[in-house]
């Protein structure tokens, strides 16, 4: 499938079937998350699928308003900005993969890492986020509606508030970056904790660059990491879309002091032109 509409067709779910994947399903994806196990700084992240029995204590997700749960992929990320990006750049491949496959997820930051006793955290690692991973009706329940609506779960902020010029601070157009307007549309439509969307992109015509920031929306998100995994999950919306429209790139990340140095904006990485 065209990756764009894997980007469109992607929404969380919050009522699942309980019931196991299917085997073949497991297989295709536990294969995918081998293959796509190196991401960011040539870091690996090894992600496991892991399945409950019905017959095994639920854990509360969201006081209940998560349903039918019992598929898991998870993993760990050191306890830095950067591995936590690398974490969610790595884990929103497995989802577009798993969508892809007309499978349902959800990204969940608040659980109990404790349900999970058959991953061992080394010192100085975290599970930042999980993915639940599953299979959903079609047709969304009246409480997934809710949900949805309560968080404002469809909207998404317009250009003019995420992209910008790096030279001028002013709002970049879908028609000024032409080629790139399907990267950067693919980013506001990422998924991100709270529905924040606390990513910034500015393209710096001259280098052919576009330098990704974080925004701190919530502290409370923030304090968890989770701002970081939004971060990389748009990432890798620009990536992906970049590249299957023949827009060959890679990562780099500036050491020079002054990319710090827009407002309250804190810089992650760029994607360099090539
Ligand atoms: C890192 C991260 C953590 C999230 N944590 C939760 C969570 O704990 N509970 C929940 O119901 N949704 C969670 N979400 C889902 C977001 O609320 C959702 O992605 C957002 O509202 C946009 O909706 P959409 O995914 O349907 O496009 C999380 C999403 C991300 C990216």
Redesign the pocket.
């Known amino acids: 499938m065209n990756i764009i509409e894997t980007i469109k067709k992607?929404?969380?779910s919050?009522t699942f079937n309980q019931v196991a994947l299917k085997p073949a399903d497991k297989r295709d994806l536990e294969s995918f998350i081998f293959d796509n196990s190196k991401g960011l700084e040539n870091e690996v992240i090894n992600f496991r699928i892991i399945e409950k029995n019905n017959t095994d204590k639920q854990m509360k997700?969201?006081l209940g308003?998560?349903k039918g749960h019992n598929n898991y992929i998870l993993g760990t990320s050191k306890s830095t900005i950067v591995s936590r990006v690398n974490y969610?750049y790595l884990l929103e491949k497995v989802v577009l993969k798993a969508t892809e496959m007309n499978m349902s997820t959800?990204?969940?930051?608040?659980?109990d890492y404790t349900y999970f006793n058959e991953v061992a955290i080394e010192d100085g690692f975290d599970i930042p986020?999980i993915v639940i991973v599953g299979y959903s009706e079609e047709r969304q329940t009246f409480q997934d509606k809710y949900?949805?609506f309560t968080?404002n779960?469809?909207k998404r902020h317009s250009w003019e508030k995420l992209f910008f010029n790096y030279k001028l601070k002013t709002p970049l157009t879908p028609e000024y970056v032409k080629k790139y307007s399907d990267s950067l549309e693919m980013v506001r439509l990422a998924?991100?904790?709270?529905?924040t969307q606390p990513w910034r992109v500015f393209f710096d015509e001259t280098l052919n660059e576009f330098h990704f920031y974080k925004k701190s929306i919530s502290k409370r998100y923030e304090l968890r990491g989770?701002h970081d995994?939004?971060m990389g999950?748009a990432m890798s919306h620009f990536e992906l879309t970049s590249l299957q429209n023949e827009l060959s790139g890679i990562w780099i990340k500036h050491t020079k002091e002054n990319f710090n140095l827009i407002d309250d904006l804190q810089y992650i990485m760029t994607w360099k032109c090539e």
């Open positions: 992607r929404k969380s919050r997700l969201d308003m998560i969610g959800c990204w969940v930051g608040y659980f986020s949900i949805r968080i779960a469809s998924p991100s904790s709270g529905n989770l995994i939004d999950i």
